[in-house]
């Protein structure tokens, strides 16, 4: 298996442990207990920690490695007007093609 493969696996592994629930919130992630794990040296398993720190699903901890966050109400709050707002600014840009309908027309 080449390096490449490795790494997605890895990725992909962790990333569906997290996002399944399987690793509930707050749990310390040990990169050497999870390569055992996963099949895989150390080294993969820090380069997919560090991609889902870059993804918001792992936290990185100064001299403390790295957790998985707890979700808080604000937090989740936030996430919801965020993605109010994303959904609000997409309706608006998407561009409007349609012929208008006529009532005789509809089924």
């Given amino acids: 298996m080449n390096?490449?493969?490795t790494s997605e696996r890895v990725f992909d592994a962790l990333k569906?442990?997290?996002?399944s629930g399987e690793l509930p919130p707050?749990?310390?992630?040990?990169p050497a207990a999870l390569a055992d794990r996963l099949n895989s040296s150390v080294t993969p398993v820090r380069d997919a920690l560090h991609r889902l720190?870059?993804?918001?699903?792992v936290e990185m901890r100064a001299s403390e490695g790295f957790y998985l966050p707890f979700v808080t109400?604000?937090?989740l709050r936030d996430l919801y007007a965020w993605n109010a707002e994303l959904v609000r600014t997409l309706v608006r840009a998407w561009p409007d093609r349609r012929a208008p309908l006529k009532?005789?027309?509809l089924p």
């Fill in 73 to 75: 109400e604000p937090g």
């Fill in 3 to 5: 390096p490449g493969a």
């Fill in 103 to 105: 009532a005789d027309a």
């Fill in 16 to 19: 569906h442990d997290i996002l």
């Fill in 53 to 57: 720190a870059g993804a918001l699903l």
């Fill in 26 to 30: 707050g749990t310390k992630l040990e």
